[in-house]
C-alpha cells in the first residue's frame, strides 16, 4: 500500500507531465509564419510586375494619375531594373514632376545610338510631329519658368497653336484645314503621352514627359528643312528685288 509520501509525489509527477510544453503548436505557428511571408513577398513581387507591365505599356508612369503604381516602381526599383535589364531598357526618374519613363539603358559603346533601339523605332515621329513637340515643349518650359518646375496642367488653346505651326508648314488653304491637321497632329501626339485631348474649350495638357523627349534625328532632319525654308525665302526675296531693281531702270 502506498503511503502519503509516494502519493504526494506521483501527484507532483503527473502535475510536472501536464505543464511541459506542448511543441506542436509552436511549429503550427513557425509554419503559419513562414507562410504568411512567403504570400507576402509573392503579392510584393506581383505588383511589382504588374506596375512594371503598366510602365512599358505607356512608357511612362505619372504619380497623379496612377499614385499607387508610381509609389511602387519608385520604391522597388532595383527589381524593376532588373525586369527591364534583358530588354536593354531602364528607369528615368523624375519626382520633382512626379514622373517615372523607360529609357533606353547606356551601352558601354560610345557610338551608341538608343534610338535605334527596336522598341524607340516605333515611337519615332515624324517632321511635322517633332515641329509640333518642339513648339509644345517651348510652351512647357515657359510654364515652368513662370509656375515652378512640377508645376501641374500646362495648357495651350488649339488657336494659339494654329498660327505657331502655319509659320512653318505654311498655308493649307483654308481655316477648317489647318485646323483639322493641328488636331490630327495632337491625336498622334496624344498616343505618345505628350498631350491630352482637346477640352470643351480646346485647350490641351502638356504632359510631363514632354521635358525629356527629343529625338536627335528629327530635330536634326527639322533644323536642316527650316535652313533649306530660310534659303529658299530669301532667294525668292533676292529675284523679286533684282526684278524690280530692273523694271525701275
Known amino acids: 500500500m502506498a503511503g502519503f509520501f509516494d502519493r504526494l509525489i506521483n501527484r507532483n509527477v503527473a502535475a510536472n507531465a501536464g505543464s511541459e510544453p506542448d511543441t506542436s503548436g509552436e511549429e503550427v505557428i513557425d509554419e503559419s509564419v513562414e507562410e504568411s511571408a512567403v504570400s507576402s513577398e509573392t503579392r510584393t513581387l506581383k505588383k511589382i510586375r504588374e506596375a512594371t507591365q503598366e510602365l512599358l505599356k505607356y512608357g511612362l508612369l505619372e504619380e497623379a494619375s496612377k499614385p499607387n503604381l508610381y509609389r511602387i516602381v519608385l520604391t522597388h526599383p532595383e527589381e524593376v531594373t532588373c525586369i527591364l535589364e534583358p530588354l536593354d531598357l531602364d528607369i528615368g526618374i523624375d519626382e520633382i514632376r512626379g514622373l517615372l519613363y523607360v529609357k533606353v539603358r547606356p551601352d ?82 496624344k498616343g505618345h503621352g505628350l498631350v491630352t485631348s482637346p477640352d470643351a474649350h480646346e485647350r490641351i495638357v502638356i ?43
Open 207 to 249: 504632359r510631363p514627359i514632354i521635358a525629356h523627349l527629343a529625338d536627335p534625328m528629327n530635330l536634326r532632319a527639322l533644323l536642316v528643312w527650316l535652313r533649306e525654308q530660310i534659303a529658299q525665302q530669301t532667294s525668292t526675296d533676292d529675284s523679286s528685288e533684282k526684278v524690280s531693281s530692273e523694271e525701275d531702270v
Open 108 to 189: 558601354e559603346t560610345p557610338d551608341q545610338d538608343e534610338w535605334s533601339h527596336p522598341l524607340v523605332r516605333r515611337q519615332r515621329l515624324n517632321l511635322e510631329q517633332s515641329l509640333l513637340v518642339a513648339i509644345l515643349r517651348q510652351h512647357f518650359v515657359s510654364w515652368e519658368q513662370e509656375s515652378g518646375t512640377g508645376a501641374s496642367q500646362a495648357q495651350i488653346s488649339v488657336d494659339d497653336l494654329l498660327p505657331q505651326l502655319q509659320i512653318y508648314l505654311g498655308d493649307p488653304g483654308s481655316e477648317s484645314k489647318e485646323r483639322t491637321r493641328l488636331l490630327t497632329l495632337l491625336d498622334q501626339l
